[in-house]
């Protein structure tokens, strides 16, 4: 229950090169460290093992650490390795943590991900979405049309069949 002593532990495990090891017992209830500990942790992984990385990040609350210091070190990583999918898919959860919906959007739209419906329904992109139909109709056309006939009052009909005739054209 003691803070100082867990973060005191974190940096024996540091010490021996065994920071991967205590990650999944770290607190992040009640009882937090500091982001700087959190964020050591998500280094090494980062560094070191790409699937343990998205694990945490999709396991750990996105307030435990500084989210934009972690989202440029990804960055820099996929400037090095820029088709690495796992980062990729990574990046956009983070991006979702910041609410920075449209970037996550562009990602899974890109990587033609499964959960782009879900993302846009549960943070009503509808907006951001006017522009894409044709590459979300393309990804999967049924999921698409159901959105789009569920939706009808954030996109018009109208606005779709534009859309669709533009990309024949």
Same mark, same amino acid.
């Given at each position: 229950k003691n803070m100082k002593l867990w973060e005191d532990e974190v940096y024996r495990f540091k010490k021996i090169g065994q920071l991967k090891a205590i990650s999944r017992y770290l607190p992040r209830g009640d009882l937090r460290l500091r982001p700087v500990i959190y964020e050591m942790i998500l280094d090494e992984f980062l560094h070191s093992d790409y699937e343990g990385f998205s694990t945490l990040i999709k396991e750990w609350p996105g307030d435990l650490y500084n989210n934009k210091a972690i989202v440029q070190a990804v960055?820099?990583?996929?400037? %090095? $390795?820029?088709?690495?999918?796992?980062?990729?898919?990574? !990046?956009?959860?983070?991006?979702?943590?910041?609410?920075?919906?449209?970037?996550?959007?562009?990602?899974?739209?890109?990587?033609?991900? %499964? $959960?782009?419906?879900?993302?846009?329904?549960?943070?009503? !992109?509808?907006?951001?979405?006017?522009?894409?139909i044709v590459l979300l109709m393309e990804f999967d056309s049924e999921k698409a049309v159901d959105m789009l006939l569920d939706n009808e009052d954030k996109i018009s009909v109208a606005k779709v069949v534009e859309e669709l005739e533009d990309r024949k054209s």
């Open positions: 960055q820099d990583i996929l400037k %090095k $390795d820029p088709e690495n999918s796992t980062l990729i898919k990574t !990046l956009a959860e983070l991006h979702t943590y910041d609410q920075r919906y449209d970037k996550a959007l562009e990602i899974y739209l890109k990587l033609r991900h %499964k $959960d782009v419906f879900e993302l846009i329904h549960k943070h009503n !992109l509808f907006s951001a979405i006017r522009d894409k």
